[in-house]
């Protein structure tokens, strides 16, 4: 046994290595992107160059990746793998961003790399290969890493702490709220921000769209950096080796200061007619925050350990991850995940195919259905970790539901649409429809869930907690009259209500997570305390999830003023989460 695990820690710095050695090229040919052209042209004007400052910002924490790698893996093979895995987990929207700069450079919208000044057409030149490569190693850097982390799992002295109750706790537990909450804030945030336009122009040559309008190149890779962000600091927050934590949350940091960064410095420096956009500036802080909180974890987790010496943490409400019931978590993980990325994937594809020659119509239901595909994926992840599965599970449940919701008013766009001759359903409308599907599948596994853990543990002293029941009912009755309520109303159409007769798909969406919200609040009010605040804390995320299709889909109606549904289901979202709050409360006492 002795000898096996001498081996695990041997294969593991092994995988390390090629891990640090295939991250270094990659730095090496990001370095060599430099000083060579990004673009050329073959007629006309060429580009300027870009701005050199953040062409070194946007390839630095690739450098610096790199030498971490190498750094951990003389003192530990994990903290190499965990960094060049957090990296690569972003390298991979990377590499998908920037193949614009072999496919359409002039809407690539690198203003470190170059500056267009004609509508021109641009060719790819040897710079632009270079960066591609640098990404795609930087990925297959990251793919060493994740081994070498595996491996090194194995090992002796895997998770271990100094206090016996804090090893083979989840690093979040072992680093505390202080630390673990600002770093999953930042991580959402930061997926937010690569929705974001990267700068704002009035220069009648550098355009610069939405994210959801851009090229598709930009818009999936922008997408798969944001997943990339939470699973990663999810993940880590989830592992229970600090240094594994430390090493993904710093990558993925780095990762994300790269792109912010870079758009800051291009956007300051490109002259009267380019600015920095808000959403580059909050991604900078949000990233500096992930940098900091990686730096962080190993002294605090260290810090904590010693403070503790040995004190007994009681852990409520926990259950073998090995019991059956951890298998239809696994189950409802898996299709939430799935259900999260094929609607994200729906909302940024087309989801109509229209005749040649004709615009792809704008569907704005499918801004809320990315929303609500990234809140299912950050629900999910936990629910492959024994040591938070059973405590978010019911919240997954709730936001499942939101998703089908979200996807419900796209579901109507493509009915009406396709009525129309020559126009079908695009792979978009086919990635949203079986997002619905697996949404579907993941509510019934976790109810399934719920059934299978209710056996294995005691119920016998829960009982019904009055003022939780009355103000979550409160909070789910005024939710329900929102959802039923228009958002906005227009000069020439108004948003789905419950009192346009026949219902549209979108009315059933908002009257199923209806139905969702009120049965929660009933079954909150005689759970477990942690049961069901997490319940109620997804009925209240659900409800933002709904409110929010009021800023960005009233620009569908002309002249859209603000609906009676938005002010109920506020009211109700605020109701639920004081609900969710004397939830907790109980279960402190």
């Given at each position: 046994?002795?000898?096996?695990?001498?081996?695990?820690?041997?294969?593991?710095?092994?995988a390390?290595l090629?891990?640090?050695?295939?991250?270094?090229?990659?730095?090496?040919?990001?370095l060599?992107?430099?000083?060579?052209?990004?673009?050329?042209?073959?007629?006309?004007?060429?580009?300027?160059?870009?701005?050199?400052?953040?062409?070194?910002?946007?390839?630095a924490?690739?450098?610096?990746?790199a030498i971490?790698?190498?750094?951990?893996?003389?003192?530990?093979?994990?903290?190499?793998?965990?960094?060049?895995?957090?990296?690569?987990?972003?390298?991979?929207?990377?590499?998908?961003?920037?193949?614009?700069l072999?496919?359409?450079?002039?809407?690539?919208n690198?203003?470190?790399?170059?500056?267009?000044?004609?509508?021109?057409a641009?060719?790819?030149?040897?710079?632009?290969?270079?960066?591609?490569a640098?990404?795609?190693?930087?990925?297959?850097?990251?793919?060493?890493?994740?081994?070498?982390?595996?491996?090194?799992?194995?090992?002796?002295?895997?998770?271990?702490?100094?206090?016996?109750?804090?090893?083979?706790?989840?690093?979040?537990?072992?680093?505390?709220?202080?630390?673990?909450?600002p770093?999953?804030?930042?991580?959402?945030?930061?997926a937010?921000t690569?929705?974001?336009?990267?700068?704002?122009?009035?220069?009648?040559?550098?355009?610069?769209?939405?994210?959801?309008?851009?090229?598709?190149?930009?818009?999936?890779?922008?997408?798969?950096?944001?997943?990339?962000?939470?699973?990663?600091?999810?993940?880590?927050?989830?592992?229970?080796?600090?240094?594994?934590?430390?090493?993904?949350?710093?990558?993925?940091?780095l990762?994300?200061?790269?792109?912010?960064?870079?758009?800051?410095?291009?956007?300051?420096?490109?002259?009267?007619?380019?600015?920095?956009?808000?959403?580059?500036?909050?991604?900078?802080?949000v990233?500096?925050?992930?940098?900091?909180?990686?730096a962080?974890?190993?002294?605090?987790?260290?810090?904590?350990?010693?403070?503790?010496g040995?004190v007994?943490?009681?852990?409520?409400?926990?259950?073998?991850?090995?019991?059956?019931?951890?298998?239809?978590?696994?189950?409802?993980?898996?299709?939430g995940?799935?259900?999260?990325?094929?609607?994200?994937?729906?909302?940024?594809?087309?989801?109509?195919?229209v005749?040649?020659?004709?615009?792809d119509?704008?569907?704005?239901?499918?801004?809320?259905?990315?929303?609500?595909?990234?809140?299912?994926?950050?629900a999910a992840?936990?629910?492959?970790?024994?040591?938070?599965?059973?405590?978010v599970?019911?919240?997954?449940?709730?936001?499942?539901?939101?998703?089908?919701?979200?996807?419900?008013?796209?579901?109507?766009?493509?009915?009406?649409?396709?009525?129309i001759?020559?126009?079908?359903?695009?792979?978009?409308g086919?990635?949203?429809?079986?997002?619905?599907?697996?949404?579907?599948?993941?509510?019934?596994?976790?109810?399934?869930?719920?059934s299978?853990?209710?056996?294995?543990?005691?119920?016998?002293?829960t009982r019904?907690?009055?003022?939780?029941?009355?103000?979550?009912?409160?909070?789910?009755?005024?939710?329900?009259v929102?959802?039923?309520?228009?958002?906005?109303?227009g000069?020439?159409?108004?948003?789905?209500?419950?009192?346009?007769?026949?219902?549209?798909?979108?009315?059933?969406?908002?009257?199923?997570?209806?139905?969702?919200?009120?049965?929660?609040?009933?079954?909150?009010a005689?759970?477990?305390p942690s049961?069901?605040s997490?319940?109620?804390?997804?009925?209240?995320?659900?409800?933002v999830?709904?409110?929010?299709?009021?800023?960005l889909?009233?620009?569908?109606?002309?002249?859209?003023?603000?609906?009676p549904?938005?002010?109920?289901?506020?009211?109700?979202?605020?109701t639920?989460?004081?609900?969710?709050?004397?939830?907790?409360?109980?279960?402190?006492?």
């Amino acid at each position: 046994m002795i000898e096996g695990r001498t081996d695990d820690r041997k294969s593991a710095r092994g995988a390390a290595l090629w891990a640090a050695v295939v991250t270094s090229a990659a730095a090496v040919c990001a370095l060599a992107s430099l000083v060579t052209d990004a673009v050329g042209s073959s007629e006309g004007e060429p580009p300027i160059g870009g701005v050199g400052t953040a062409a070194v910002v946007s390839v630095a924490p690739l450098v610096i990746v790199a030498i971490l790698s190498i750094v951990g893996l003389v003192l530990r093979p994990a903290i190499a793998g965990a960094v060049t895995a957090g990296y690569g987990a972003v390298a991979v929207g990377l590499t998908v961003m920037d193949l614009s700069l072999v496919g359409s450079p002039i809407d690539s919208n690198r203003l470190e790399l170059f500056r267009p000044t004609t509508a021109e057409a641009l060719t790819p030149a040897l710079g632009a290969y270079l960066l591609l490569a640098a990404h795609a190693l930087a990925v297959i850097g990251g793919l060493f890493g994740l081994v070498a982390v595996n491996r090194a799992s194995f090992g002796d002295g895997y998770g271990h702490s100094a206090s016996a109750d804090l090893s083979g706790r989840a690093t979040a537990a072992r680093i505390g709220s202080l630390l673990a909450l600002p770093a999953g804030i930042a991580a959402l945030i930061g997926a937010v921000t690569m929705f974001a336009p990267p700068f704002d122009s009035t220069d009648s040559i550098v355009l610069v769209p939405a994210v959801v309008e851009a090229p598709l190149t930009t818009s999936i890779g922008s997408g798969l950096v944001a997943l990339a962000l939470l699973v990663v600091v999810s993940a880590a927050l989830a592992s229970i080796s600090p240094a594994v934590a430390a090493g993904a949350t710093l990558g993925a940091g780095l990762g994300l200061l790269g792109i912010a960064g870079a758009r800051c410095v291009a956007g300051a420096d490109s002259g009267p007619t380019i600015a920095v956009s808000l959403g580059a500036v909050v991604g900078v802080v949000v990233s500096v925050v992930l940098v900091l909180v990686g730096a962080l974890i190993l002294p605090v987790a260290a810090l904590r350990e010693r403070r503790s010496g040995g004190v007994r943490i009681e852990r409520s409400g926990t259950v073998d991850g090995s019991s059956a019931f951890m298998r239809w978590h696994i189950a409802a993980g898996s299709l939430g995940a799935a259900a999260g990325i094929l609607l994200i994937v729906g909302g940024l594809l087309p989801v109509l195919d229209v005749p040649e020659g004709l615009p792809d119509p704008k569907i704005l239901a499918t801004r809320t259905t990315v929303v609500a595909g990234f809140v299912l994926v950050v629900a999910a992840v936990p629910l492959f970790f024994s040591l938070f599965a059973a405590t978010v599970r019911p919240a997954l449940g709730v936001l499942a539901i939101a998703g089908v919701m979200a996807a419900s008013g796209v579901l109507q766009s493509l009915v009406l649409a396709t009525d129309i001759d020559g126009i079908s359903v695009g792979g978009g409308g086919i990635a949203t429809a079986l997002g619905v599907v697996a949404a579907l599948g993941c509510g019934i596994a976790v109810l399934l869930a719920g059934s299978a853990e209710r056996e294995d543990v005691d119920t016998s002293d829960t009982r019904s907690d009055r003022t939780v029941g009355a103000v979550a009912w409160a909070g789910a009755l005024l939710a329900a009259v929102g959802l039923g309520l228009p958002l906005y109303r227009g000069a020439d159409v108004t948003a789905a209500s419950f009192f346009e007769i026949p219902w549209g798909w979108d009315a059933w969406g908002q009257a199923l997570l209806a139905v969702a919200v009120v049965i929660g609040a009933g079954v909150a009010a005689t759970s477990r305390p942690s049961r069901g605040s997490a319940l109620l804390v997804g009925s209240a995320v659900a409800m933002v999830i709904y409110l929010l299709g009021w800023p960005l889909t009233q620009g569908r109606a002309l002249d859209p003023v603000v609906g009676p549904g938005v002010f109920a289901g506020a009211l109700g979202c605020l109701t639920l989460a004081v609900a969710a709050v004397l939830s907790s409360r109980k279960q402190v006492k």
